[in-house]
């Protein structure tokens, strides 16, 4: 598998060469029903859910049956409010509700290195090497960094907590998303034509990223070393233990 390299820039849009992406994270192949899973349920956890709609018990008046039942000729009706009424109330109409999913973080992580998996086959992932070069918030360095490095279009910018100030340089930009790793989300990737990271973004914030191989190793190893402390503690506390009547005479005598 050939390496996955990205183009990699300065703080004021100067080429620096290319670095290499963790195949993990940015070479695997993009699970398209876990990216629209998660994508599904972030939309709709974005949905407000007040909408709402008065049944023929909540709407004023039709308190009183409008005619007798019979003799009339006419269809029998009990209140001028039923549905079929002008005015009337609204049958099985929407009501005020939560349209959230519950998604597994597992999904999620999968999901978003999937997207980003999927960007960087495009040639769509640029890192940036820091912001901490910039003292203050400023647009115009923004503006002049993205058409230095020729980036037009939906952009998502990703960069680590302390570079607020490129995040605060970025958001009144029009058609960019500026956030920090922790509100990264496969949506956003998915919407940008071009996903800027701060190249401390790349791991995702973790030095072995949840969800790779690296990952499960490492947490294998970190159980059976935590198993052999348990088993060399209890080895120990065995030898330590109380002394025995025995040892307590023979050593008064």
Known sequence: MPDLTAELYTADGSRAGDVKLNP???GIDPNMDVMHQVVTAQRAAARA???STKTRAEVRGGGRKPW????LGRA???SIRSPQWAGGGVAHGPKPRDYSQRTPKKMKRLALRSALSARAAD????VVETFDVWDTPRTKNATALLKAMGVSGKVLLLAEDHERIAIKSFRNIRGVIASNLGQANTYDVLWAETVIMSQGTLDLGQSVPRGTEEHADSVISQ???ATSEETDGGALAEDSGPKTDDSEQSESS
């Not at 007798?68 to 003799?71: P, S």
């Not at 040639?123 to 640029?126: A, H, N």
């Open 24 to 26: 993990d994270i940015f």
């Open 68 to 71: 007798r039942q019979k003799g």
């Open 49 to 51: 859910g007040t909408h």
């Open 223 to 225: 159980q059976s070393s």
């Open 76 to 78: 029998r009706h009990g």
């Open 123 to 126: 040639g769509q992932i640029k």
